[in-house]
C-alpha cells in the first residue's frame, strides 16, 4: 500500500529480508524506482556484500531520493 508508512515498512521488511540472507535489488526488489544505471550499481553493491567486501546495507537503499 503506498501510504505516509510506505518507507518504514519497506525499510523493516527489506531488513528482514537481509536477516535471512536475501538481498533483494533492483526496481522491483528494492521497491524503488531506479533505471539502468541504478541497477548496476545495486548489482555491484551486492556482489561486494557477497565476496565480504562490504557489510550488507540497512539505513539507505539504492534509488532513495
Known amino acids: 500500500v503506498f501510504d ?3 518507507a518504514a515498512v519497506r ?3 527489506l531488513d528482514l529480508l537481509l536477516d535471512h540472507g536475501v538481498q533483494s535489488i ?3 526488489g528494492a521497491w524503488t524506482y531506479s533505471g539502468m544505471e541504478d541497477a548496476i550499481i ?3 553493491q551486492a556482489a ?3 565476496t565480504g567486501e562490504a557489510p550488507p546495507p540497512r539505513a539507505q537503499r539504492p534509488g532513495d531520493r
Open 4 to 6: 505516509h508508512h510506505r
Open 48 to 50: 561486494a556484500v557477497i
Open 42 to 44: 545495486a548489482g555491484r
Open 26 to 28: 533492483g526496481r522491483y
Open 11 to 13: 525499510d523493516r521488511l
